[in-house]
């Protein structure tokens, strides 16, 4: 999964070229805009097959690959709950 979001990351945040990624970079930070966060966002419930709740779409879910990370795991282990 983590080599899976760092590649929509990399398609869908609006990075300028050459930025490179870790877990914990602050996408924010490296030049990601509200925009490219919207179709990050978009990409990400495609591929996962899931869609983030109203209490997920805030700055801290899609700061770092990390943090997306762990917003995913929790919702796909919710969605196999339910």
Do not use: W
């Not at 490179?20 to 179709?39: C, N, P, W």
């Amino acid at each position: 999964m983590n080599q899976q979001i760092h590649d929509i990351i990399l398609a869908h945040a609006g990075l300028p070229a050459g930025v490179e990624i870790t877990d914990e970079t602050d996408l924010y930070r490296a030049g990601m805009k509200s925009f490219a966060s919207v179709q990050l966002m978009l990409a990400l419930e495609e591929a996962f097959d899931i869609e983030f709740p109203e209490e997920m779409l805030n700055r801290a879910t899609f700061r770092s690959a990390s943090a997306i990370e762990r917003a995913v795991s929790q919702i796909s282990s919710a969605t196999l709950v339910a």
